[in-house]
């Protein structure tokens, strides 16, 4: 069958969506309907599988290291690029100010309190303090001093061992009392407790705990219901230009020094100000931007302080991130699984699947990227988890498939078995176009085959020992049949039909044909000699072969066809067969299949017209086990004969005697002496 090239329109699209949907729907059911309760249990439970992994790879070892990573990627490609934040200036201890005032830890805290008194002077929104103080200092009373002099809303760190497993009972004792002394109306705790994921990157917003005072960002700016239970992305910023950082950064000293500080008052006035550490060994986090916020050069990772920086800058632009609601995880992980479970369904040609495979694919991991550009969190949102979801789903259903496919596949084999050779019957499974769906012309060797006498022996046996008979003596022949490479036509009564040369030919397709010839006797011979007891005798097997034209495809009506032979060499065939009676011989081949067959068998039968026909035929019978100089001897007395020597025919009588009975010799003898010069001999 062709198909016909139409112009597309809408409709016949909308019926191509309907149809490849409903094909889907019916491949599911016979995907069901064969496979066995192991098969479909195991199946199901893989799609499970496929539909948790892609809705918790977040949380599953390994896939979970690719989430980050990706989310990583997307937070870093897609983070905002802005110039200097206006609203926030740190202001730190580093390395410069530990050489200055030769204390390490903890920092010292005269240079603090001088430079609080610079900073609340230049009137800033608010100052956040991220250090700790947990030991005694000789200059505690100054620092304690300053903070109640402090005019601008001050926040001071604080940590409770509950969740700080690192600061002792006698540093929190000591922290304790150092708020009870320094807290006033401006001066307040603030928690500065920040938790990474597991692999030590900070990527979202501490949640607040019962009991804990407000985190850094939210004291600052003042309570922030949005942001009160945020455990969402930080959404860190990164600099425009790469010598302009987002956050002005001050060394402390600066501010102690009152001459310098007044200069630098109007960087801090109106400004929210935090003060901190920034050193190379403690306080330092890995976050998904790495070096896109570090203009310095070093390790990319980000100080604490600069970490709560960003948390502030989010606060103040009120920029939350629209989570992923958890319904909609489901649903896409859902989504993603049975996509990948129907995706394992899709036939039709290969670039076609392929492109709509990885187009999937793509999607599924590219798809979380879209949400990150528009402003979505996708901290939670599987990337990898959707990808290897996808897998599971198609390995799930498309091993079920494979499984009836290859049962499918293997009943086709077996089915085309009886009717073609393995080899071809392979072929044609792996090119299904090889298999004509037309009739075609084609050039073939076709062999008949028909069991004397076995009509009337129908009437003198049981019907039940006819189909045993009949059965064995068609299975010995077609095995034969397959065995030499044939493709079985049809059984018409004890009638093997036959033929070479399609729908696959082969170079030696002759030969095969031949020796397939004349091993169709001599089964039928091995067959009448195993009859049980009491069966009439059984008569031989006649076989005839031609070679020529004939139609080759599939024939028949919508509901049934066949795929069969018809034209000349057919009926050649069929009518050969039939002369094997009234010549007596067993095996006979036209000299167009004789020729062909590459082997030196075969002893000439002399010049015949077949009944139906007028065109006469030169046949020759196989005889293999004859030695070449008698096969010559019989070919002599044919070329005498055509000359109208009759004296040489006489030579056949003499080979008659020397091989004991031989019917074909004898019926030729007969021939040759009733014609003249080469004369065919019609039959009929």
Same mark, same amino acid.
């Given at each position: 069958?062709?198909?016909t090239a139409?112009?597309?329109?809408?409709?016949d699209?909308?019926?191509?969506?309907?149809?490849?949907?409903?094909?889907?729907?019916q491949s599911?059911?016979?995907?069901?309907?064969?496979?066995?309760?192991?098969?479909?249990?195991?199946?199901?439970?893989?799609m499970?599988?496929?539909?948790?992994?892609a809705?918790y790879?977040?949380?599953?070892?390994?896939?979970?290291?690719a989430?980050?990573?990706l989310?990583?990627?997307?937070?870093?490609?897609?983070?905002?690029?802005?110039?200097?934040?206006?609203?926030?200036?740190?202001?730190?201890?580093?390395?410069?100010?530990?050489?200055?005032t030769?204390q390490?830890?903890?920092?010292d805290?005269?240079i603090?309190?001088?430079a609080?008194?610079?900073?609340?002077?230049a009137?800033?929104k608010?100052i956040?303090?991220?250090i700790?103080?947990t030991?005694p200092?000789?200059?505690?009373?100054?620092?304690?001093?300053?903070?109640?002099?402090?005019?601008?809303p001050?926040?001071?760190?604080?940590a409770?061992?509950?969740?700080?497993?690192e600061?002792?009972f006698a540093?929190?004792?000591?922290l304790q009392?150092?708020?009870?002394?320094?807290?006033?109306?401006?001066?307040?705790?603030?928690?500065?407790?920040?938790?990474?994921d597991?692999?030590?990157?900070?990527?979202?917003?501490t949640p607040?705990?019962?009991?804990?005072?407000?985190?850094?960002?939210i004291?600052l700016?003042?309570?922030?219901?949005?942001?009160?239970n945020?455990?969402?992305?930080?959404?860190y910023h990164?600099?425009?230009?790469?010598?302009?950082p987002?956050?002005d950064?001050?060394?402390?000293?600066?501010?102690?020094?009152?001459?310098?500080?007044?200069?630098?008052?109007?960087?801090?006035?109106?400004?929210?100000?935090?003060i901190?550490?920034?050193?190379?060994?403690r306080?330092?986090?890995?976050?998904?931007?790495?070096?896109?916020?570090n203009i310095?050069?070093?390790?990319?990772?980000?100080?604490?302080?600069?970490?709560h920086?960003?948390?502030?800058?989010?606060?103040l632009?009120?920029?939350?991130?629209?989570?992923?609601?958890n319904?909609?995880l489901?649903?896409g992980?859902?989504?993603?699984?049975?996509?990948?479970?129907?995706s394992?369904?899709?036939?039709?040609?290969?670039?076609k699947?392929?492109?709509?495979l990885?187009?999937?694919?793509?999607?599924f991991l590219?798809?979380?990227?879209?949400l990150?550009?528009?402003g979505?969190?996708t901290?939670?949102?599987?990337?990898?988890?959707?990808?290897?979801?996808?897998?599971?789903?198609?390995?799930?259903?498309?091993?079920a498939?494979?499984t009836i496919?290859?049962?499918?596949r293997?009943?086709?084999?077996?089915?085309?078995?009886?009717?073609?050779?393995?080899?071809?019957?392979?072929e044609i499974?792996?090119d299904?176009?090889?298999?004509?769906?037309?009739?075609?012309k084609r050039?073939?060797?076709?062999?008949?085959?028909?069991?004397?006498?076995?009509?009337?022996?129908?009437?003198?046996?049981?019907p039940?020992?006819?189909?045993?008979?009949?059965n064995?003596y068609?299975?010995?022949l077609?095995?034969?049949a397959?065995e030499?490479?044939?493709?079985?036509?049809?059984?018409?009564g004890?009638?093997?039909?036959?033929?070479?040369?399609?729908p696959?030919?082969?170079?030696?397709d002759?030969?095969r044909?031949?020796?397939?010839?004349?091993?169709?006797?001599?089964?039928?011979?091995?067959?009448?000699?195993?009859?049980?007891?009491?069966?009439?005798p %059984? @008569?031989? #097997?006649r076989v005839?072969?031609?070679y &020529?034209?004939? *139609?080759?495809? !599939?024939?028949?009506?919508? /509901?049934?066809i066949q795929y069969t032979?018809?034209?000349?060499?057919?009926?050649?065939?069929?009518?050969l067969?039939a002369?094997?009676?009234?010549l007596?011989?067993?095996?006979?081949?036209?000299?167009?299949?004789?020729e062909?067959t590459?082997l030196?068998w075969?002893?000439?039968?002399g010049?015949?017209?077949?009944?139906?026909?007028s065109?006469?035929?030169?046949?020759?019978?196989?005889?293999?086990?004859?030695?070449?100089?008698?096969?010559?001897?019989?070919?002599?007395?044919?070329?005498?004969?055509? %000359? @109208?020597? #009759?004296?040489?025919?006489?030579?056949? &009588?003499?080979? *008659?005697?020397? !091989?004991?009975?031989?019917? /074909?010799?004898?019926?030729?003898?007969?021939?040759?002496?009733?014609t003249?010069?080469?004369?065919?001999?019609?039959l009929?």
């Open positions: 069958m062709t198909a139409t112009p597309s329109n809408p409709v699209n909308n019926r191509d969506v309907k149809e490849g949907a409903r094909g889907v729907l599911m059911r016979r995907l069901f309907d064969q496979l066995g309760p192991i098969r479909i249990g195991s199946t199901i439970i893989f499970i599988l496929a539909l948790l992994v809705r790879s977040w949380t599953t070892p390994l896939i979970q290291e989430e980050r990573a989310y990583d990627l997307r937070a870093s490609v897609f983070a905002p690029e802005v110039e200097k934040d206006e609203n926030i200036v740190m202001i730190v201890y580093n390395e410069d100010t530990l050489k200055l030769g390490r830890s903890p920092v805290r005269t603090l309190a001088q609080l008194e610079s900073i609340d002077a009137k800033p608010s956040g303090i991220d700790l103080f030991m200092q000789d200059d505690d009373d100054l620092l304690i001093s300053a903070f109640k002099n402090m005019k601008t001050t926040f001071l760190a604080y409770d061992p509950k969740e700080n497993p600061i002792a540093e929190h004792e000591f009392q150092f708020f009870k002394e320094a807290r006033s109306e401006n001066v307040q705790p603030t928690d500065i407790k920040l938790e990474t597991s692999d030590g990157v900070q990527r979202r917003w607040h705990r019962p009991g804990a005072p407000p985190f850094m960002a004291a700016t003042g309570p922030n219901p949005k942001f009160a945020n455990s969402g992305a930080i959404r990164v600099p425009a230009a790469t010598d302009v987002v956050f950064k001050f060394p402390i000293e600066n501010f102690a020094d009152p001459e310098i500080a007044d200069m630098l008052g109007s960087f801090i006035a109106g400004k929210h100000v935090l901190g550490g920034d050193f190379i060994d306080d330092r986090f890995e976050t998904p931007v790495g070096g896109l916020t310095s050069g070093d390790d990319g990772k980000m100080i604490g302080l600069e970490v920086a960003h948390m502030l800058a989010q606060l632009n009120d920029d939350l991130p629209t989570p992923v609601a319904w909609a489901w649903v992980a859902l989504i993603v699984a049975i996509c990948g479970g129907l394992a369904l899709i036939v039709g040609n290969a670039l699947v392929a492109f709509i990885l187009g999937q694919f793509v999607f590219t798809f979380p990227f879209l990150q550009n528009i979505t969190d901290l939670t949102l599987p990337a990898f988890g959707w990808g290897v979801g996808w897998l599971l789903g198609y390995a799930s259903v498309g091993s498939a494979r496919n290859s049962k499918q293997a009943f086709a084999q077996n089915a085309l078995g009886k009717y073609l050779p393995k080899s071809i019957a392979s499974l792996k299904p176009e090889k298999l004509a769906l037309h009739g075609e050039k073939i060797f076709a062999v008949f085959t028909d069991l004397e006498g076995f009509t009337k022996l129908t009437h003198a046996i049981e039940e020992m006819v189909a045993t008979l009949l064995d068609l299975d010995r077609s095995d034969v397959l030499y490479g044939g493709t079985i036509d049809k059984f018409v004890d009638a093997l039909v036959t033929f070479w040369g399609a696959i030919a082969y170079p030696d002759g030969e044909a031949a020796k397939a010839a004349y091993a169709l006797y001599q089964a039928g011979e091995e067959f009448r000699k195993n009859v049980p007891e009491g069966v009439p %059984i @008569g031989r #097997t005839g072969m031609h &020529g034209d004939a *139609i080759v495809g !599939n024939f028949g009506g919508e /509901g049934r032979a018809l034209g000349d060499a057919m009926n050649t065939a069929a009518r067969e002369a094997n009676k009234t007596g011989t067993k095996v006979l081949l036209s000299r167009e299949a004789m062909r590459g030196d075969f002893r000439p039968m010049r015949i017209t077949l009944r139906g026909r065109t006469p035929v030169d046949v020759f019978e196989p005889v293999p086990d004859w030695e070449e100089k008698d096969r010559a001897a019989v070919t002599a007395v044919i070329a005498a004969h055509e %000359i @109208g020597d #009759t004296g040489s025919i006489q030579a056949l &009588g003499v080979m *008659i005697k020397e !091989n004991g009975e031989d019917q /074909g010799l004898a019926n030729l003898l007969k021939r040759l002496q009733t003249k010069n080469g004369e065919s001999y019609a009929g």
